[in-house]
């Protein structure tokens, strides 16, 4: 009888396992680097200030446009392993403690606290700005206006319900420019302190996160009372409150008003995201990526074809146009005004040249803004 011979298994040695209290180790010696840097550029922020001189306002050392730039190069930079969106928002809050440290800047915002109007404040600015919360779109406009606020920012767009007609419209009399804009991924959480859906009478929210829960709430909260609030936060107010009344909102709110997240991420479309615009006082210098956005009107409406003779320029010179709005003028009936977004800025040479044949050809011309285009 013949033996098989065995094999001799091979044992395979897996890495040994880096030790515990040495990546510690690293993790600390790192983590003064870090923190030495952080100083370090907090000290040429103040040496900035110095240069600038004495007396200049929170919106003097604030710009925009060269945040934009850094924030670009840092996405430009990154390998990993975090994601891009967490990159951005550390190196904004190191650049928003660093310029809090002359005046923080103030900015209003479609309040109450909760909001999401909210959330695109601290995504925008970092968290060492003085957010101030205000009752109506209206309010953050004449804020602003009058210096209470050095900047504002109101909803513009959803990508589910389209645009807010009152943020629009209040660019038909306010001086005010667009400093920039925030693009946020919008998350709705049905609320509340009940035990169960089938406790819900009522639902409490802004009419746009109503609209864009719309499907999700027919479903699955057939017949229950639908009670449109002033904001999301004012929702979420009455559901901390009142008996049986629930509210779409978001993390914010449910963190203010000590509420709890009965069904997550209820939104009808996964990628429902809001535009902001960040309102100020003054025009931009270029940032190398910007938007310009404009308010038109046409010579005569009642010309055939005068929508698309005004608007020749911009193929004229292959100058992109991102979006159009039409509202009523508010100066006499069937009149209307053309809100447009263009892509550069209104110094470049070939936007520059459009916006004059622009100018010559319409009744209404007002460059309402350059300025840098959502990093993230």
Same mark, same amino acid.
């Given at each position: 009888?013949?033996? @098989?011979?065995?094999?001799?298994?091979?044992?395979?040695?897996?890495?040994?396992?880096?030790?515990?209290?040495?990546?510690?180790?690293?993790?600390?010696?790192?983590?003064?680097?870090?923190?030495?840097?952080?100083?370090?550029?907090?000290?040429?922020?103040?040496?900035?200030?110095?240069? @600038?001189?004495?007396?200049?306002?929170?919106?003097?050392?604030?710009?925009?446009?060269?945040?934009?730039?850094?924030?670009?190069?840092?996405?430009?930079?990154?390998?990993?392993?975090?994601?891009?969106?967490?990159?951005?928002?550390?190196?904004?809050?190191?650049?928003?403690?660093?310029?809090?440290?002359?005046?923080?800047?103030?900015?209003?915002?479609?309040?109450?606290?909760?909001?999401?109007?909210?959330?695109?404040?601290?995504?925008?600015?970092?968290?060492?700005?003085?957010?101030?919360?205000?009752?109506?779109?209206?309010?953050?406009?004449?804020?602003?206006?009058?210096?209470?606020?050095?900047?504002?920012?109101?909803?513009?767009?959803?990508?589910?319900?389209?645009?807010?007609?009152?943020?629009?419209?209040?660019?038909?009399?306010?001086?005010?420019?667009?400093?920039?804009?925030?693009?946020?991924?919008?998350?709705?959480?049905?609320?509340?302190?009940?035990?169960?859906?089938?406790?819900?009478?009522?639902?409490?929210?802004?009419?746009?996160?109503?609209?864009?829960?719309?499907?999700?709430?027919?479903?699955?909260?057939?017949?229950?009372?639908?009670?449109?609030?002033?904001?999301?936060?004012?929702?979420?107010?009455?559901?901390?409150?009142?008996?049986?009344?629930?509210?779409?909102?978001?993390?914010?709110?449910?963190?203010?008003?000590?509420?709890? @997240?009965?069904?997550?991420?209820?939104?009808?479309?996964?990628?429902?995201?809001?535009?902001?615009?960040?309102?100020?006082?003054?025009?931009?210098?270029?940032?190398?990526?910007?938007?310009?956005?404009?308010?038109?009107?046409?010579?005569?409406?009642?010309?055939?074809?005068?929508?698309? @003779?005004?608007?020749?320029?911009?193929?004229?010179?292959?100058?992109?146009?991102?979006?159009?709005?039409?509202?009523?003028?508010?100066?006499?009936?069937?009149?209307?005004?053309?809100?447009?977004?263009?892509?550069?800025?209104?110094?470049?040479?070939?936007?520059?040249?459009?916006?004059?044949?622009?100018?010559?050809?319409?009744?209404?011309?007002?460059?309402?803004?350059?300025?840098?285009?959502?990093?993230?």
């Amino acid at each position: 009888m013949v033996k @098989k011979r065995q094999k001799s298994a091979t044992r395979k040695t897996s890495p040994k396992a880096p030790a515990l209290g040495g990546l510690r180790k690293q993790i600390d010696a790192v983590d003064k680097q870090i923190q030495a840097l952080i100083a370090e550029r907090a000290c040429l922020a103040q040496q900035v200030a110095v240069a @600038k001189g004495e007396g200049v306002p929170a919106t003097g050392y604030y710009r925009p446009e060269r945040e934009a730039e850094v924030l670009r190069g840092v996405v430009a930079r990154n390998q990993g392993p975090l994601t891009d969106e967490e990159m951005v928002r550390l190196f904004r809050e190191i650049m928003s403690a660093c310029l809090a440290q002359e005046q923080p800047l103030k900015v209003g915002y479609l309040g109450p606290e909760g909001t999401f109007s909210q959330s695109a404040v601290y995504k925008h600015f970092g968290h060492s700005v003085r957010a101030l919360p205000l009752g109506m779109i209206d309010e953050v406009f004449h804020e602003v206006e009058s210096g209470a606020a050095d900047f504002g920012v109101v909803p513009i767009e959803n990508s589910t319900e389209g645009t807010i007609n009152h943020t629009l419209d209040m660019f038909l009399t306010s001086p005010l420019k667009i400093c920039g804009e925030v693009e946020m991924r919008i998350r709705q959480h049905l609320l509340g302190n009940v035990t169960g859906l089938d406790k819900v009478v009522r639902v409490s929210a802004h009419p746009q996160s109503l609209a864009q829960c719309r499907a999700w709430l027919r479903e699955y909260l057939p017949g229950v009372e639908l009670l449109p609030a002033s904001s999301n936060a004012e929702g979420a107010r009455r559901a901390r409150d009142e008996a049986g009344t629930a509210a779409i909102a978001g993390d914010a709110a449910a963190e203010v008003y000590g509420l709890q @997240k009965l069904v997550t991420d209820i939104e009808d479309r996964p990628d429902n995201t809001t535009r902001f615009l960040v309102i100020g006082r003054e025009l931009l210098a270029g940032s190398g990526c910007d938007k310009t956005s404009l308010l038109l009107s046409t010579q005569d409406t009642d010309d055939a074809g005068a929508l698309q @003779k005004l608007l020749a320029p911009l193929a004229e010179h292959q100058v992109n146009m991102s979006r159009i709005e039409s509202r009523p003028s508010h100066r006499r009936k069937w009149h209307y005004v053309f809100f447009i977004d263009i892509d550069g800025h209104a110094e470049e040479k070939k936007v520059a040249l459009a916006l004059a044949g622009l100018q010559k050809r319409a009744q209404l011309f007002r460059v309402l803004g350059s300025y840098p285009k959502a990093v993230i």
